[in-house]
């Protein structure tokens, strides 16, 4: 008789390898009332493990709809993305998605949302998926908190509660979709510092949606400029910043300065193209 | 508590200037009884028995249906929610049949049930089933979808997401739609006892009927008052816990 396998709390905290990246030639329309929208035009994009790369662009250039793609959410007309070597099929427990706005489910606490995606995860005893979620729940600074309602938090700790929630199933990618964009620029500072603290700690590949040029310089490794109409990556900026990085320092303003003239630049060529 | 007093005093000043008019003789005694003849209606009908078997036989009746009903209704609810096709045809009929009063079937059910019990319990399913039903529907469409995404990312899949996704996220949807089908199956209960005698067993709107063919008004009042104190009761004992969690939990506003 062979026992079955069973990973203790302790293994499941465990920093494990990170995802790499392969998305190759992915292509995807959206028929909507005025015709066929070319969302993503051939992209193509690596991203190493444990890399943090950022995706820029104004709405609708199509940077949601890639992350999506990567979630698994969403397919491609044509193109492949690899993890790992291995073609995406669908959504995953590898490939974890914070949104925009906090999905948090009312009916259960702050606790019950950290368990979610644990009791989903099989060989675990629920002792052990208990001390997971602490775990994250204190990485989140949140350990106070842990018998609120959703309802009860603010903006900011409705989304450590996301990233908690993200995070408790060890994924090897983290997907982030603007999770930022709703906070006050207080909270948000302070979670440049963390996330960036919690990505060192816990090692993840992450892939990060936003439309504030400041706020991808200072968490990226690399940033991705996308155009819009169709959509593709037009640019890249590789950040040569140490970390942990701080928003307000010059070094940062100028690489968020030359970000955002190209931006401007591919604003006015779409302009001219009307 | 003042809150409590205030309602208690009410009632008190209500039933002392009901008493003193009626001993004014202002109406006939036989059109309203004074409130100590129904007290004494109750305490004999209590103290013989008669009430509180009469009592047991309704809920029975309304406790089976309305469980029917329920079971029933969830998993159609949930049908019409999903598939399009159900939604056109079952959901169409349940949002006709839930405008029409299910006392409305007592005919039939007589004619196909005969005076039996089944009779009776097809009027209370009837009464029960289309509210829930549409509540469930209605729940299950308002699921937004990001929970669905979310849960799909963090592994759930098919049943997983039903049960542990979308059913809870309906929850306050289906609550209200179980209330509402509780009131309609009560009632419908009670009219057809009025209506149809069932020698199976004499419920409260037995009762109540006999006491108006024996120009009883005194029993008529006593029962009319134990009916809503059951309706009262089930309020305060079921339903407002459960709506009390769900405004705590989802953070509603408390009525």
């Known amino acids: 008789m062979h026992r079955t396998e069973r990973s203790s709390a302790t293994e499941e905290l465990q920093v494990i390898t990170p995802s790499k990246l392969a998305i190759e030639n992915v292509s995807k329309n959206f028929q909507s009332r005025s015709g066929s929208v070319l969302a993503l035009d051939r992209v193509s994009l690596n991203v190493a493990e444990g890399e943090f790369v950022c995706l820029v662009g104004a709405s609708g250039c199509g940077k949601t709809t890639l992350l999506n793609i990567i979630a698994g959410l969403e397919k491609p007309d044509s193109g492949t993305v690899l993890a790992d070597g291995k073609p995406v099929t669908g959504p995953g427990r590898d490939r974890l998605v914070m949104f925009q706005e906090p999905a948090l489910f009312p009916w259960l606490d702050v606790f019950g949302n950290v368990l979610f995606p644990l009791k989903l995860k099989p060989n675990l005893t629920n002792k052990d998926r208990r001390d997971v979620a602490t775990y994250y729940l204190e990485l989140v600074g949140l ?53 960036q603290e919690i990505w060192k700690a816990r090692r993840k590949t992450i892939v990060f949606v936003t439309h504030n040029v400041r706020e991808a310089a200072c968490l990226g490794d690399r940033v991705m400029l996308f155009s819009p109409h169709p959509g593709r990556i037009e640019h890249e900026f590789v950040i040569e910043l140490p970390r942990p ?29 009307k | ?3 409590l007093l205030l309602s208690i005093l009410f009632f008190v000043v209500l039933l002392f200037l009901w008493e003193s008019m009626f001993r004014a003789k202002i109406w006939s005694p036989v059109l309203l009884p004074a409130p100590t003849q129904v007290a004494t209606y109750l305490k004999s009908a209590a103290v013989d028995g008669t009430l509180l078997h009469a009592t047991v036989i309704t809920m029975r009746r309304l406790l089976t249906g309305y469980f029917v009903g329920l079971v029933l209704g969830l998993p159609l609810g949930l049908l019409t929610a999903r598939w399009n096709l159900f939604r056109d045809t079952l959901g169409t009929m349940a949002l006709g049949l839930q405008t029409l009063p299910s006392v409305c079937w007592v005919p039939l059910a007589l004619l196909w049930f005969g005076q039996t019990e089944a009779a009776m319990l097809f009027v209370v399913v009837m009464g029960t089933l289309w509210s829930v039903v549409i509540a469930t529907e209605t729940g299950v469409r308002h699921v937004p979808p990001i929970y669905r995404r979310a849960a799909l990312t963090m592994g759930s899949r098919r049943l997983h997401i039903w049960l542990k996704v979308i059913l809870p996220s309906a929850l306050p949807f289906i609550v209200s739609g179980m209330k509402q089908g509780w009131a309609f199956a009560w009632r419908s209960l009670m009219a057809a006892e009025i209506f149809v005698t069932i020698l199976t067993g004499f419920g409260l709107g037995q009762l109540l009927h006999y006491g108006r063919e024996l120009s009883a008004m005194d029993q008529v009042i006593a029962i009319m008052l134990v009916i809503v104190v059951i309706g009262l009761l089930a309020d305060k004992i079921f339903f407002s816990p459960i709506e009390r969690f769900l405004h705590r939990r989802w953070g509603t506003s408390q009525a």
């Open chain 1, 245 to 273: 990085r701080d928003i307000n320092t010059v070094d940062l303003a100028a690489y968020s300065s030359r970000i955002t003239k190209a931006l401007k630049v591919l604003g006015q060529s779409e302009a001219t193209a």
């Open chain 1, 143 to 195: 350990s106070r908190f842990e018998h609120a309602n959703i309802h009860e938090l603010s903006g900011g700790m409705k989304q450590r509660v996301s990233l908690a929630r993200a995070l408790a199933p060890n994924p090897r990618v983290l997907l982030m979709d603007e999770p930022f964009a709703a906070l006050d620029a207080l909270t948000r500072e302070q979670f440049y510092g963390d996330i």
């Open chain 2, 1 to 3: 508590m003042k809150r």
